[in-house]
C-alpha cells in the first residue's frame, strides 16, 4: 500500500494515497499549466491504470434497438406537466405494446409465467393495467418483492403514476411525527388555512399513518392509499388499497390467516428467480392449496382442505428477469410463458488482468478511473451490504476531496435498506450536467430497481449470502462468490439506454471456472425453523412429501424439527404445541419468538418485548461520529454500568429513552440514532398487540435481571457458549468455535448462570455439559446468531459478517 514502505498514518490509512495523488496532479499541473484539464486527467488516468489494468473480453451484442424515444427538448418537457409526462413515460416502456396481449393471456388462463428484462416495465405496470382492466373490482392486486426497498420504492413510483389519474383525490401528504404528536406538512404541500407553508397540526391520538389533506376543506384525513405497501412491521395499506406491493415474507404470513387469498384476485410473485424462501413456500403453498383445479385432487391429502376454498378465479403470476422459465412452467403444470421483448444495446465486457486482493478498494480505484478517462454517463458498483457501501463511500470521498475543481462533481449515492426513505429516492433524481453519478448498492439493484442513466458497472464479484450448517445449526451471512448469471445481470444494468460498459474486479478465467451457472435457492442453504413452524401451523405435517420447486435438504428440515421440538414448539409427534401456535404468530424467529412466549412464565413480558424490538431493528441503535468516537464509547458504556450485558443494556436504552417521553434531544445527546428508537417503538407497539391475541398478559418486573435473563435464555438456550481464555468461545452443544463480530456495535450476548440452562431446558443440556469448568469460565449466551466464522471458499479467504434482519 505504501511506497515507501512505512507503515503510514495510521489514523488516516489513506492520507499517503492522498497525498500522493495530489502530488501527481500537481505534477501535472505544473507540467501542462493550470487550465489544461484534459491532460491532467489523461495523467490521472495514468495514475490509477498504473494500479489496476482490465483487458477486454467480449463485447456481448444486445438485442438490436429501435429507438422509437424521440428525444424531447428540455423546453417541451418543461412545458409539460409532470403528470402528463409520467403516463406518456409509460408508454414508452418496452411493456406497453403488449399490454392487451398480456391481459387477454392472463384472461385465459389461472397461471402465466412473464419474462422480460429489467427495465421493461413488469413490476410498476403490470399492477397498474390489471387495476384497469377491471382486475381490482372483486379484489386486490398483490405483488411481492423479495426486498423492503423494492417494495417501498416501487410502490411509491406507482402512486406517482396512479397519482396522476386520481390527481383530485390526493392533494398532498403530510407526515405524523411521533415526537411533537403533530402532523407536519412538507413545504411543497399546501397547508390548511391559517397555517402558512410548514405548519403543524396537532392531533388527538398517536398513530403512524399518513395523512392526506383536504384542499377544499382545509380537512386533514388519514391517508388512504390506493396503491400501498407492505413490509414486516409497517403497512401502508389500508381497505381502499387496491394495488398492494409487498415482501414476499409478508404474503407468507397474510396466507397464515387467510389460506383463501380471500382479499385478492391476482396475486404477481415477482423476481421469482431470486428463489427467496419465502417465495419457495409461497410456490409450495398456492400449489397444494386448491386454487387450481390443476391440482385440487393430487394434493388433496396434504393441505389443509377443509381451510382453503376452490378460487379458480384467482390468477397467479410469475415474473422475472432472468427466469429458467421451462423450470417454473413445468413446476406450474406447464403454465403458458409470456416473453416481453428487451431492449439491450451492447455491453463491452473488461475483466482484470490478475486477481483483486482488495475489491472494496479495486472498486474505488475502478470509479475513479472511470470518472476521469471516460465519457459523461453514471456508474453503478454492485456491493455486499451498508457496511461496505459506508466505507466506499468514505474512501470515495476521501480521495476526491483534495482534487476540488480539478474533476467534475462526483455525486455518490447509497442505497441500502436501512437508508431514510428520503435519501434512497436520490438515486433516482436525474444527474446534473457536467457531473457523473455514482450508485453504490447492494444486489438490490440487480433486478429489483431501475436507475436510469446507468453506462458503467463495476462488479466485484460478490454477494452476501445466507449459509446454514445444519450440524451446528449455525447461520452466517457470507459473502459469497455470485454465479454467472448475476455477473450476467449485473452487467446488464449497463447497456439500458446506450451501450455500456462493464468492469469485473476478477479474470475471465475466475468467470469461467469458478463462478456456478446459478445461484442456489435460499431453501437449501437456510436455516429451516421458522419455514417448518409457519407450514405446521398450516396444518402441513408431511413436509417430506411437500411439492417444493427444489427440495431442502433432509438434513436441515430434521434440523429444523429438532430445534423447534427443543423450543417446545412441537411434541414428540411433531405436531405443534399450544407454545408452538403462539410462537407462530410472531412473524420473528422461532428463538426470539420463544423468548417471548417464556417471558409470560417469568412475569416480565413488557421487558421482554421491548429487548425483543430493540433486536429487531439491528444494528443500527448507536451512533459512532468518527471525530467523537470517545464520546460515543462514553456515552454507550453508560448503559452497560453493572455489567448487565448486552440485552439488559438495549432495554435501558429503550426505557431511558421512554422515561424522556420519547426525546430526539435525548438520543442526540447519547449517540443514539432517533430513527431507529422510532423504529423499535414502533415494532414493540405491535409486538405488544399480538401478545394480546396470542393471551399474554403484559407483565413487568424491571428489577429481576435473572427473570429477564432466564426469558432471554429459555429462547436462545440453543446458542450459549463458553467463553475461552483467548477471548472466543465455543458452543456449549457442538464445541464449536465462534467470535463475536469484531465491527459489529453490539455483539449482544448476555452472561448467564451455567445452572439455568439445566433448568431451562433439560431435555436439551444435561449437568455435565456446563459443570465441569462452571467455576473457572463464565459462561455467555449468544443470541441471534451474532457469531463470525472463518471460511475457506473457492481459494479465497472470506470472513463472514454477522447475521442481521433482512
Ligand atoms: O419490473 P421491471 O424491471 O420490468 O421494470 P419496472 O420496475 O416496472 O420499471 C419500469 C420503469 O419505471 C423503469 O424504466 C424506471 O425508469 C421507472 N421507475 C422509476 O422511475 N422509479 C422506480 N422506483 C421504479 C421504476
Ligand atoms: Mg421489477
Given at each position: 500500500r505504501y511506497r515507501d514502505g512505512s507503515a503510514g498514518d495510521k489514523m488516516n490509512p489513506f492520507a499517503e494515497q492522498e497525498a500522493w495523488e495530489d502530488h501527481q496532479i500537481q505534477k501535472a499541473t505544473l507540467k501542462y499549466g493550470s487550465k489544461n484539464k484534459k491532460q491532467i486527467s489523461d495523467d490521472y488516468q495514468f495514475v490509477f491504470e498504473d494500479q489496476i489494468e482490465f483487458i477486454k473480453a467480449t463485447v456481448e451484442e444486445g438485442d438490436k434497438f429501435d429507438d422509437e424515444l424521440a428525444t424531447e427538448s428540455l423546453e417541451e418537457s418543461n412545458a409539460k406537466s409532470a403528470l402528463e409526462k409520467l403516463q406518456e413515460d409509460r408508454k414508452t416502456l418496452p411493456i406497453y405494446p403488449y399490454r392487451d396481449e398480456l391481459l387477454k393471456a392472463i384472461n385465459d388462463h389461472q397461471v402465466i409465467i412473464i419474462v422480460g428484462e429489467t427495465g421493461s416495465g413488469k413490476t410498476t405496470q403490470i399492477p397498474q393495467y390489471l387495476h384497469e382492466a377491471g382486475?381490482?373490482?372483486?379484489?386486490k392486486v398483490g405483488c411481492t418483492q423479495p426486498r423492503r426497498v423494492a417494495a417501498m420504492s416501487v410502490a411509491a413510483r406507482v402512486s406517482q403514476e396512479m397519482g396522476v389519474k386520481l390527481?383530485?383525490?390526493?392533494c398532498g401528504i403530510c407526515y405524523y411525527s411521533q415526537n411533537s404528536g403533530s402532523v407536519a406538512f412538507p413545504a411543497n404541500v399546501p397547508c390548511p388555512k391559517g397555517l402558512g407553508v410548514g405548519g403543524v397540526i396537532t392531533l388527538k391520538e398517536p398513530c403512524t399513518a399518513i395523512f392526506q389533506l383536504h384542499l377544499e376543506t382545509s380537512e386533514v384525513e388519514k391517508f388512504q392509499p390506493l396503491v400501498g405497501y407492505s413490509i414486516r412491521f409497517e403497512d401502508c395499506t389500508s381497505n381502499k388499497t387496491v394495488l398492494k406491493y409487498m415482501t414476499d415474507g409478508m404474503l407468507l404470513r397474510e396466507f397464515l390467516g387467510e389460506p383463501d387469498l380471500a382479499g385478492y384476485s391476482v396475486v404477481m410473485v415477482d423476481e421469482a428467480h431470486e428463489r427467496t424462501l419465502s417465495t419457495d413456500i409461497l410456490f409450495g403453498l398456492v400449489k397444494a392449496s386448491r386454487f387450481f383445479q390443476l391440482y385440487s385432487y393430487n394434493s388433496f391429502n396434504i393441505f389443509m382442505d377443509d381451510i382453503a376454498r376452490f378460487r379458480p378465479d384467482l390468477k397467479l403470476l410469475i415474473s422475472s428477469a432472468t427466469l429458467d422459465a421451462e423450470k417454473f412452467s413445468d413446476y406450474f403444470d406447464s403454465a403458458p410463458i409470456f416473453k416481453i421483448p428487451g431492449r439491450r444495446f451492447p455491453v463491452e465486457i473488461h475483466y482484470t488482468k490478475a486477481p483483486e486482493a482488495d475489491y472494496l478498494d479495486a472498486a474505488v480505484v475502478t470509479v475513479l478511473q472511470i470518472h476521469v478517462t471516460q465519457p459523461p454517463g453514471d456508474i453503478l458498483i454492485f456491493l455486499t451490504g451498508q457496511e461496505e457501501i459506508e466505507t466506499a463511500e468514505e474512501i470515495m470521498r476521501q480521495r476526491t476531496r483534495g482534487l476540488g475543481t480539478k474533476i467534475a462533481e462526483l455525486i455518490i449515492c447509497p442505497i441500502y435498506a436501512n437508508l431514510p426513505t428520503e435519501l434512497q429516492a436520490k438515486i433516482f433524481e436525474p444527474t446534473p450536467e457536467g457531473a457523473r453519478k455514482v450508485v453504490l448498492a447492494t444486489n438490490i439493484a440487480e433486478t429489483s430497481l431501475t436507475i436510469d442513466g446507468i453506462k458503467y458497472v463495476i462488479d466485484p464479484g460478490f454477494c452476501k449470502m445466507n449459509s446454514y450448517n445444519p450440524r451446528t445449526g449455525m447461520e452466517s451471512l457470507l459473502v459469497t462468490p455470485i454465479s454467472k448469471a448475476s455477473a450476467m445481470q449485473r452487467a446488464g444494468r449497463s447497456g439500458r439506454t446506450g451501450p455500456g460498459k462493464c468492469f469485473r474486479l476478477y479474470t475471465a478465467y475466475n468467470y469461467l471456472h469458478d463462478l456456478e451457472d446459478n445461484t442456489i435457492p435460499e431453501i437449501q442453504r437456510t436455516n429451516l425453523a421458522n419455514v417448518v413452524l409457519t407450514l405446521k401451523s398450516l396444518g402441513i405435517h408431511d413436509l417430506i412429501n411437500f411439492d417444493f420447486m427444489d427440495p431442502p435438504p433432509s438434513e436441515a428440515l430434521l434440523k429444523a424439527l429438532e430445534l423447534l421440538f427443543a423450543l417446545s414448539a412441537l411434541n414428540k409427534l411433531g405436531e405443534l404445541t399450544k407454545v408452538g401456535r403462539r410462537m407462530a404468530e410472531f412473524p420473528l424467529d422461532p428463538m426470539l419468538s420463544k423468548m417471548i412466549v417464556a417471558s409470560d412464565k417469568y412475569k416480565c413480558s413488557d421487558e421482554i418485548i421491548s429487548i425483543a424490538a430493540m433486536l429487531s431493528v439491528g444494528n443500527s441503535i448507536f451512533y459512532r461520529p468518527k471525530d467523537k468516537q470517545v464520546h460515543a464509547d462514553n456515552a454507550r458504556m453508560n448503559f452497560h454500568t453493572g455489567n448487565v450485558g448486552d440485552h439488559i443494556a438495549l432495554l435501558k436504552v429503550y426505557n431511558s429513552w421512554k422515561e424522556t417521553n420519547y426525546s430526539t434531544q435525548w438520543c442526540y445527546e447519547n449517540y443514539i440514532q432517533v430513527r431507529s428508537m422510532k423504529r423499535a417503538r414502533d415494532v414493540r407497539d405491535q409486538l405488544e398487540g399480538l401478545l394480546e391475541r396470542v393471551e399474554i398478559e403484559l407483565s413487568s418486573?424491571?428489577?429481576?435481571l435473572d427473570a429477564i435473563k432466564k426469558s432471554i435464555t429459555s429462547g436462545f438456550f440453543p446458542h450459549s457458549a463458553r467463553l475461552q481464555k483467548n477471548g472466543s468461545y465455543k458452543t456449549v452443544k457442538h464445541s464449536q468455535t465462534v467470535h463475536i463480530?469484531?465491527?459489529?456495535?453490539?455483539?449482544q450476548v448476555t452472561e448467564l448462570k451455567p445452572d439455568w440452562l439445566v433448568e431451562i431446558a433439560p431435555h436439551y443440556y444435561q449437568m455435565k455439559d456446563v459443570e465441569d469448568r462452571m467455576l473457572s469460565f463464565s459462561l455467555s449466551l449468544c443470541v441471534y446468531l451474532r457469531a463470525c466464522v472463518r471460511v475457506l471458499l473457492k481459494g479465497l479467504n472470506i470472513i463472514a459478517v454477522q447475521a442481521c434482519n433482512e
Open positions: 382486475y381490482t373490482k372483486h379484489g390527481g383530485h383525490e390526493v418486573s424491571p428489577n429481576d463480530h469484531p465491527s459489529s456495535g453490539l455483539s
